[in-house]
């Protein structure tokens, strides 16, 4: 299981860091994403991470804005956005899957429940 928090509104070059709570079972999955969907969008990958190296991989749009991080001793995953823009504004979801690498979202298999980021302008 998968518990997002920390969403909000925020304004333009603000900052947010969401945080996914990973249960055990979870947590053996190989790799740890982040997904964002905005009103009427398709589901758009934002990063992921391995829970065992720490490789990172984000979406090339969010590269240098957003930064995908975890802490295996508290079984967390966080998503740290700055300079925020309305174009962010989203549900973002945590994601566990078999795969390393995929920036899919068919290729997770669990799934929180989103946490909302308003970004205003």
């Known amino acids: 299981q998968l518990v997002e928090s920390g969403g909000g509104l925020v304004q333009a070059g603000g900052s947010l860091r969401l945080s996914c709570a990973v249960s055990?079972?979870?947590?053996?999955?190989?790799?740890m994403g982040w997904f964002r969907q905005a009103p009427g969008k398709e589901r758009e990958f934002v990063g992921w991470?391995?829970?065992?190296?720490?490789?990172?991989y984000h979406a090339s749009s969010m590269k240098g804005r957003f930064t995908v991080s975890r802490d295996n001793a508290k079984n967390m995953v966080y998503l740290q956005m700055n300079s925020l823009k309305p174009e962010d504004t989203a549900v973002y979801y945590c994601?566990?899957?078999?795969?390393?690498?995929?920036?899919?979202?068919?290729?997770?298999?669990?799934w929180g429940q989103g946490t909302q980021v308003t970004v205003s302008s």
């Open positions: 994601a566990a899957g078999p795969r390393l690498g995929s920036t899919v979202a068919s290729m997770y298999n669990y």
């Open positions: 055990r079972r979870t947590a053996s999955s190989a790799a």
């Open positions: 991470i391995s829970w065992s190296s720490g490789l990172t």
